[in-house]
């Protein structure tokens, strides 16, 4: 089994996950106030859904090329996967936080308008709160996507052992070297990780509108 890919899988999904998940929760947030460009705004978060990850790759791979940052090149480095990571994963991030948002009863809001709470209290007090289901949700799945994220990782990184190659990099290049027991392994460990993903997905968000209808009754 591949430990070094595994380690460093989890090291880019524990990064993902801490830089998306604030920019996520601030763009489901704002998202909801926006006028006529409100869709087209969705449209472009959700965009890395439905772009083949060799094109969304290979778009980055051009947008990165011969930049760099403090002298680290973006393409072919931790640095580089780690941007197109949170490139790819922003529906993941952003999409089940906004629904939270807009389970919300907006009674709840103008109840606390008129008790007097500013905008940052009634999103801190009021609104974090009732939408956190939907930010457990968005975390489980970004992190469990990321850790499978093949496509773009591969075009952006290549397979550099100990600075690019994920677990998903090393079970293709087992596949290739006809190591089918070791490429079963890893392909076990993300089967298990995803089933878990998606039960705690369902089960915490899914819970999210009886919560915030139960505060608002």
Not at 102 to 125: C, D, H, M, T, Y
Not at 159 to 180: L, R
Not at 209 to 216: D, E, F, L
């Amino acid at each position: 089994m591949d430990i070094e890919a595994l380690l460093l899988s989890l090291k880019l999904a524990i990064w993902t996950l801490v830089l998306i998940l604030p920019f996520g929760v601030w763009v489901a947030h704002s998202v909801q106030n926006m006028g006529k460009s409100r869709s087209w705004i969705e449209a472009s978060l959700a965009l890395p859904l439905v772009l083949p990850p060799t094109v969304l790759g290979y778009y980055l791979l051009v947008g990165l090329g011969g930049k760099s940052i403090f002298g680290i090149p973006l393409v072919f480095s931790f640095t580089g996967i780690l941007i197109a990571s949170l490139i790819v994963n922003l529906p993941f991030a952003i999409q089940p936080i906004q629904r939270a948002f807009e389970a919300i009863n907006p009674e709840i809001r103008e109840a606390a308008q008129v008790s007097g709470l500013s905008k940052w209290q009634i999103f801190r007090l009021v609104e974090l709160p009732l939408a956190w289901p939907g930010i457990t949700s968005a975390a489980v799945l970004t992190f469990a996507h990321t850790l499978g994220e093949f496509g773009v990782i591969l075009m952006v990184g290549g397979a550099i052992p100990g600075e690019t190659k994920t677990v998903s990099i090393a079970i293709y290049d087992k596949v290739q070297s006809f190591d089918t027991s070791g490429a079963g392994v890893l392909s076990l460990i993300l089967l298990c990780t995803s089933l878990v993903a998606i039960a705690l997905s369902y089960g915490l968000f899914g819970r999210s509108p009886s919560h915030a209808n139960r505060w608002s009754r």
